[in-house]
């Protein structure tokens, strides 16, 4: 017989404008975890149609809606967490579905001695159905690992123990983009993590879910950093802060490229390269895939 864990997880699922059948589809698929206590706090976000009449038809002790004034994804969790009484949260969406026992199987994970707690991602189509996977093999410490691509896992699959996010103290509402990562690389600074190898979490990939903020991602994936650098001055010349810096040009550049913007691009292939020289190898990889006049301009650049 399965133990039944009595430590309360918070699930905060923020809502703007939801789809009328996903909704309830991720509602439900939060609510299905029997194996450790739950609540499932939803936030509307100042939907023009209040979330409350999608979920009429359900009945449920452990789910709260609160409603508050439209101010975007990071305030509406932050206004759940003011809300959370669990000892681990969990921070889910309003379009992709929990997988089942995933909840109890990260709280397994992160109970023996307070570690953040993660799983895979399931990458699915519009109608969930798999398309690829994303997760890490990370124990242990993983910043390093984070600031250089090497940890990428999506927040809908992970768990957080309670003194961290009292550690962490909320998402930043100034980002437009990758608050996310901002989030998790604040969280990263106070405890290491433990990855289970299993599926938490399925991402539906539509249309409103796939960023075409290519500039806004820039700016804020940057921005990120240097609120690192702030609250670490130690990193910000260190060999991990260089190369964090060298990831983030190389990351920018095949952003810039996407959207033909090749001068750009060449621009952070040579701050890259000036950063970190090891880099250069990466750089030609990128810029192989310019068309030949912006090739000869990354070329130019080296010399």
């Known amino acids: 017989m399965t133990a039944t864990f009595h430590n309360m997880v918070s699930l905060v699922m923020p809502v703007w404008k939801p789809d009328p059948t996903w909704f309830p589809e991720a509602v439900r698929s939060a609510l299905s975890e029997e194996e450790c206590e739950i609540e499932l706090i939803v936030v509307d976000d100042g939907s023009p149609t209040p979330a409350s009449e999608l979920l009429r038809d359900l009945d449920d002790p452990r789910l709260t809606v609160v409603r508050v004034p439209h101010g975007g994804a990071s305030a509406a969790r932050n206004a759940g967490l003011t809300r959370a009484s669990g000892e681990a949260v969990r921070f889910i969406d309003a379009d992709d579905v929990v997988e089942p026992r995933s909840t109890t199987r990260?709280?397994?994970?992160?109970?023996?001695?307070?570690?953040?707690?993660?799983?895979?991602?399931?990458?699915?189509?519009?109608?969930?159905?798999?398309?690829?996977?994303?997760?890490?093999?990370?124990?242990?410490?993983?910043?390093?690992?984070?600031?250089?691509?090497?940890?990428?896992?999506?927040?809908?699959?992970?768990?957080?123990?309670?003194?961290?996010?009292?550690?962490?103290?909320?998402?930043?509402?100034?980002?437009?983009?990758?608050?996310?990562?901002?989030?998790?690389?604040?969280?990263?600074?106070?405890?290491?993590?433990?990855?289970?190898?299993?599926?938490?979490?399925?991402?539906?990939?539509?249309?409103?879910?796939?960023?075409?903020?290519?500039?806004?991602?820039?700016?804020n994936s940057r921005r990120v950093l240097d609120k690192l650098f702030e609250r670490r001055p130690d990193l910000r010349d260190s060999r991990l802060g260089q190369e964090a810096l060298a990831h983030f040009h190389l990351g920018a550049a095949r952003r810039m490229m996407r959207v033909g913007q090749f001068g750009a691009s060449t621009y952070h292939l040579a701050s890259a390269v000036r950063l970190v020289p090891g880099s250069a190898s990466d750089a030609l990889r990128i810029a192989a895939g310019f068309p030949r006049q912006a090739a000869r301009q990354v070329a130019a650049a080296r010399r």
């Not at 709280?107 to 990458?123: F, H, K, Q, W």
């Not at 159905?129 to 997760?135: K, L, N, W």
């Not at 940890?151 to 437009?176: H, K």
């Open 106 to 219: 990260l709280l397994e994970l992160s109970l023996p001695d307070g570690a953040i707690a993660y799983g895979d991602t399931l990458i699915c189509d519009i109608g969930l159905r798999p398309e690829r996977s994303v997760g890490s093999t990370v124990q242990g410490e993983a910043l390093a690992a984070c600031l250089l691509g090497n940890f990428f896992v999506y927040i809908t699959a992970m768990l957080f123990p309670r003194p961290v996010v009292e550690a962490v103290g909320g998402f930043d509402t100034a980002f437009t983009a990758n608050e996310d990562y901002d989030y998790i690389l604040r969280a990263l600074e106070h405890a290491t993590v433990h990855g289970g190898g299993f599926v938490a979490s399925r991402y539906r990939r539509h249309h409103g879910s796939i960023t075409g903020r290519q500039s806004a991602d820039q700016v």
